[in-house]
């Protein structure tokens, strides 16, 4: 029965079951989220669980979000210049070293004689001390006096010449409080143990409880759970498991009944940190400084991470709350979500010829239904990218390099694109036809969205394979661009505003939706320069592009040498980017960009020379022998296939990625031509596609920019997780799969959607209304849509009968033809007024927003 349902039907159904999954998601994560509030900032995730990632005990990744490593500035900063204060036994006093050593200038203020006593560092240059205060029993005096009271006080019997050594730092509140005990009470108390001890943790609770100003914050450590096996005979006689479990239970049911004034928590995480490492502590109790540290920096965490700046990239997302949304994002989620909507309902639901109709299409400025529902479609999947990563909706982990598991997920699509290979048996397709074209940018996006998924950046081997990929998109650019503008001759206004808007609708609504750059999207402004670059190229003295070709090239060989000047020479990028931060109030990183554009700086004049000599190559192929061209063909293989594997043998000599990137600029084409030229050796192969990676290729410009927000996460540092308990996620169980497959398939429909909708809403923008060139107008709009399916590449190489009619004034406004459109109208639908109107809107919006 299954043979017989048709690709439609087939397409249907993978369709709804997609939208299910995604409905569903949303569902069980709200739901999550509303019943389980003290998570509301991921700060119960991180104080109650977490793993380690990878075996060497060095990243720890709490339960569902993503911690801070802190600088000493940024401690310094948060603690308001104050102090972190350490009071109990010698599992406090590891915990204290530990926080010691994340600043590197901290001096020895003050030391005991022995082991057991009080210590206390000091740095001038961050203004702030981080003491001990050595109480195992939580019983001292001054102990119960700063608990008694809102702010800590010295006791009677303290040094007097202590006192001067200290006396500012001491006397100020604590910023962090960080208290413990346990161990000795076991081990010295007897059966008195646990009566003695909670009434020394209750004296703490009951400070936080009614006191406001003990601590800025406070926290109390659960009773650790040693090494058993470990433990010398005369602790595991005294610290067993019976007492601490009892001890951690009363605990969590005093904690539970606690109304606290003053911040306060037991991070019950620092028994799992520790517990869960193997020769990490010699002897049972006291853990080495791969686990203390790790501890003292979820205290840090805990302390400090709300009051971190909250801007892009959002990349820590433990204890902290995402910015309020501002008024300029309110407005546009209020339009995707409510005005869009209800302006779809008046259009709909109401009489063309009726008073609410008519109100609305005046006031509202509505489109046609077909836009309002595109609209709303994709203000949800933009709205869908902005609850993924800027909201504690979804949780978010590490990513993590395996390499095992980056083959899998090649191999995985692989076997799936496989199973959709079709051959057409009809005429050749043609070289680099639209199919092809698809098929290679899908297969390349998917290695590119693996690479960022796993993290794959520090491998040489793999980073250098991406950089060519990154540049066979820019030679599909160049190659695409030119063949277009060479054959057709089109350079009008029209064809360049609607592809400009369709490579950066989504991105730029995305900058201010998700309140990020627009150079971090990085494939949308490379791609729009270059096609600036490569439009440039071919309009000036265009009217010779085909009768001249050293004019052309020649108009090829300058321009590379003023995007040369432009990327290498010092003080020019520079320029322009001061110009554009005065204008459109932008503070771009010129380092970066110049850095990203040099990787790629001939790339697209290779792949225009080469469409050039594809062209005028096609036009001699009739006039050539048949068994002539066969031996060029043969010998083109050949050479091909030396050619890659000269390349990659030179690839892997190279000792890094940074000795690659050196060379990468002047050797990509190699591989990249290498592969057009096996890739369309027969025409059976060239009419043989893979559908899935055709289709991933057709939305390839959405799945760039939307894995930013809605497969990875945290502004590309980490991985949404989309399941409901973080905890499931662990990297490389079945959970971790679970959660991949999921988020992959939401990731795929969104993109689909973004993609059509995309297209959709540039059309219309790009449209004209007016009946007198209503037919001229469709036509446009067709061969825009044919245009734009391919967001970085034209949909053939060839141009289809669709364009021979092609108009290059068919932009220009006709101001005498039909005297009864109003000129405010005409120049409402003059594209370059609306080009105008939206670089005057956005760089009044970076103004008001800065």
């Known amino acids: 029965m299954g043979a017989n349902v048709s690709p439609s039907t087939r397409a249907t159904i993978v369709h709804i079951g997609a939208t299910f999954t995604l409905f569903l998601v949303l569902l069980l994560s709200l739901v999550r989220y509303i019943t389980v509030p003290q998570d509301s900032t991921r700060c119960n995730g991180m104080l109650n669980d977490g793993w380690w990632v990878g075996d060497n005990y060095t990243t720890w990744q709490p339960s569902g979000c ?77 102990t119960l006096e700063m608990l008694n009271k809102d702010r800590g006080v010295f006791s009677e019997d303290e040094d007097e010449d202590d006192v001067d050594v200290v006396d500012d730092d001491r006397r100020r509140r604590a910023s962090l409080l960080i208290i413990g005990s346990g161990p000795w009470y076991m081990k010295n108390l007897g059966d008195r143990y646990f009566d003695d001890w909670k009434v020394a943790v209750d004296h703490v609770m009951d400070a936080v409880e009614k006191a406001s100003h003990v601590a800025d914050a406070v926290m109390l450590s659960p009773v650790e759970v040693p090494q058993y096996d470990l433990l010398s005979p005369e602790r595991g006689d005294t610290i067993t498991a019976d007492k601490i479990h009892r001890m951690n239970t009363y605990l969590r049911g005093r904690e539970q009944t606690l109304m606290p004034k003053t911040p306060f928590v037991i991070p019950y995480v620092w028994n799992t940190v520790g517990s869960s490492t193997t020769n990490m ?11 203390t540290s790790i501890q003292a920096s979820l205290a840090l965490n805990y302390r400090c991470n709300n009051e971190l700046p909250k801007h892009f990239p959002f990349d820590t997302t433990c204890c902290t709350r995402y910015p309020t949304p501002s008024w300029l994002q309110i407005m546009l989620l209020v339009f995707f979500l409510i005005r869009v909507p ?52 979804f949780g978010k982990v590490f990513k993590l390099f395996d390499a095992s598991i980056f083959g899998w997920l090649l191999v995985i699509p692989l076997v799936g694109a496989i199973l959709t290979l ?21 297969w390349m996006q998917i290695i590119i969205l693996v690479y960022h998924f796993m993290d794959a950046i520090d491998v040489p081997a793999i980073y250098n394979i991406m950089r060519v990929l990154v540049a066979a998109y820019l030679f599909q650019t160049g190659y695409g661009h030119f063949s277009f503008f060479y054959k057709k001759g089109d350079f009008g206004f029209a064809r360049v505003f609607s592809i400009l808007l369709r490579l950066n609708l989504l991105t730029v609504v995305l900058v201010y939706v998700m309140d990020t750059d627009y150079l971090s999207y990085y494939f949308t402004p490379l791609v ?33 040498l003023l995007t040369g000047v432009l990327i290498h020479a010092d003080g020019v990028l520079e320029a322009v980017f001061s110009l554009l931060e005065v204008v459109f109030n932008v503070h771009w990183d010129v380092d970066m960009w110049r850095f990203r554009m040099a990787l790629d700086a001939w790339i697209v004049y290779i792949g225009m020379l080469f469409a050039y000599g594809v062209i005028h190559l096609s036009d001699r192929i009739e006039r050539v022998q048949h ?29 890094s990625k940074q000795a690659y990137t050196s060379y990468h600029p002047y050797l990509s084409w190699i591989p990249i031509i290498a592969f057009i030229v096996l890739r369309n050796a027969t025409k059976r192969l060239r009419n043989t596609t893979l559908g899935l990676f055709e289709f991933v290729g057709k939305c390839s410009l959405e799945t760039y920019i939307g894995q930013f927000h809605m497969w990875l996460a945290a502004d590309t540092k980490g991985l949404l997780v989309v399941l409901t308990n ?98 405010w109208t005409l120049i409402w639908q003059d594209l370059r007024f609306k080009a105008a109107l939206i670089l005057t809107c956005l760089a009044i919006l970076n103004h008001l927003c800065s």
């Open 66 to 142: 993503m911690p801070h490593d802190y600088t000493p500035h940024e401690m310094s900063k948060c603690l308001n210049h104050s102090r972190v204060l350490y009071i109990g036994d010698s599992i406090m006093r590891e915990q204290f070293t530990a926080m010691t050593s994340f600043i590197p200038d901290m001096k020895l203020k003050r030391s005991g004689p022995s082991k057991h006593s009080d210590r206390m560092y000091s740095s001038e240059k961050y203004g702030m001390s981080i003491e001990l205060w050595w109480d195992p029993y939580l019983n001292q005096s001054r």
């Open 281 to 291: 502590t010699e002897d049972g109790l006291h853990y080495l400084s791969g686990v």
């Open 342 to 393: 209800i302006g779809y309902v008046l259009l709909n639901y109401t009489s063309p010829n009726g008073y609410c109709h008519r109100i609305a299409s005046m006031c509202l400025f509505l489109p046609s239904m077909e836009v309002l529902a595109s609209l709303f479609i994709f203000g949800l999947g933009v709205v869908y990218m902005y609850i993924g990563d800027r909201t504690h909706l």
């Open 422 to 442: 079709r051959t057409k048996d009809q005429d050749d397709q043609g070289f680099l036809n639209r199919a092809q074209t698809d098929e290679w940018k899908g």
């Open 528 to 560: 729009t320069f270059w096609f600036g670059v490569i439009w440039v190229t071919m309009f000036v003295g265009h009217t010779h592009n085909q009768s001249k070709p050293w004019f052309l090239l020649g108009k090829i060989v300058v321009m590379g």
């Open 627 to 655: 068994q002539a061209w066969l031996l060029v063909k043969v010998a083109a293989a050949v050479i091909s296939i030396a050619a890659l594997t000269w390349y990659f043998y030179f690839e892997r000599s190279l000792p």
């Open 726 to 823: 973080p905890s499931w996620v662990k990297h490389g169980t079945m959970g971790w799969w679970i959660n991949l497959a999921v988020s992959s398939v939401v990731f795929i429909l969104v993109c689909y959607h973004l993609n059509r909708t995309t297209s959709d809403i540039s059309q219309w923008i790009c449209a004209s209304s007016t009946s007198s060139s209503a037919s001229a107008t469709t036509d446009q709009q067709h061969r825009s849509s044919n245009y734009q399916h391919v967001p970085l590449l034209p949909t053939s190489s060839t141009p289809s009968s669709d364009d021979d009619d092609d108009d290059d004034d068919n932009d220009q406004a006709v101001w005498h033809e039909k005297p009864t459109i109003s000129r």
